[in-house]
């Protein structure tokens, strides 16, 4: 299992550059996990393609079951004090720290592409692996 923050899974689901390295990942690695968080900021990606109406409201909804889907019996709450101790170790928002510490209390690895929390916590933080 491993833990991926949310830009990978708009990368997984929403086309773009980094989508095949995203389809690469879930292949090579199929037990993804998040914060529960994850949930309210892919909403707020999807609201922010509905508002471009580069997404109708019915594409947007049924993008989020399936990313509920994929992620289901694998989301977790987070302990606040953990999330804070990196937050007073970085200069990292609480709300990506929340995805280190799901991948600490996991004990595997966050794959990102966020560069702050590469640099800040290279030992719980890999970037997307390049493509196949």
């Not at 892919?42 to 922010?48: C, E, H, P, S, V």
Request: glycine residues 4%; contains cysteine; charged residues 25%.
């Amino acid at each position: 299992m491993i833990v991926v923050d949310t830009n990978v899974l708009a990368y997984l689901y929403l086309p773009g550059e980094h989508t095949g390295r995203a389809e690469a990942l879930l292949e090579a690695e199929p037990e993804w996990a998040a914060p529960v968080l994850w949930r309210s900021e892919f909403r707020n990606i999807l609201a922010g393609y509905v508002r471009r109406k580069t997404l109708t409201f019915e594409q947007a909804c049924s993008l989020q079951a399936e990313a509920e889907g994929l992620l289901a019996g694998a989301e977790f709450e987070v302990d606040s004090e953990s999330v804070l101790e990196l937050v007073r170790d970085s200069d990292c928002s609480a709300y990506d720290c929340e995805f280190v510490a799901l991948a600490k209390q996991l004990k595997t690895r966050l794959v990102t592409e966020d560069k702050k929390l590469l640099k800040a916590f290279p030992a719980w933080a890999v970037n997307l692996p390049a493509g196949v």
